[in-house]
């Protein structure tokens, strides 16, 4: 069972914005590191944005200047706002919480995960 929940996942038009959200239990949320991850059929899991409890923000190369993560600790919410949006950013997002450690980028080292919002862009 999902321990996060996303949502705001839509169909957009490329160039267009769309803001998800993650909630999270308190004993999960903002301990060590929290993430967004994407999806496509048939490609492993990708890193898109990190965010440690102190705030610390990071971005893979083909998302910087046009997401920004950001976490609200007194809803236990992580948002990922996106904008000028392309088809290539097209897939399943996920959230994922890593309650010890730093900031990784693997999949296989965060321990919670939510079930997924759909992000469809068409040009």
């Known amino acids: 069972q999902a321990q996060l929940v996303e949502s705001g996942g839509d169909s957009v038009q490329a160039g267009g914005s769309l803001r998800l959200s993650c909630t999270a239990p308190?004993?999960?949320?903002?301990?060590?590191?929290m993430a967004w991850f994407r999806q496509t059929p048939g490609k492993e899991r990708e890193i898109v944005a990190t965010?440690?409890?102190?705030?610390?923000?990071w971005y893979t190369d083909s998302v910087k200047g046009r997401f920004t993560i950001s976490q609200d600790n007194a809803q236990n919410t992580l948002t990922l706002q996106m904008s000028t949006l392309q088809v290539e950013d097209t897939a399943m997002y996920y959230c994922?919480?890593?309650?010890?450690?730093?900031?990784?980028?693997?999949?296989?080292?965060?321990?919670?995960w939510g079930q997924g919002t759909q992000l469809t862009v068409s040009s």
């Open positions: 994922a919480a890593r309650v010890v450690g730093y900031c990784s980028l693997h999949a296989t080292e965060y321990n919670y």
């Open positions: 308190g004993y999960i949320y903002s301990k060590g590191c």
């Open positions: 965010i440690n409890k102190r705030g610390n923000s």
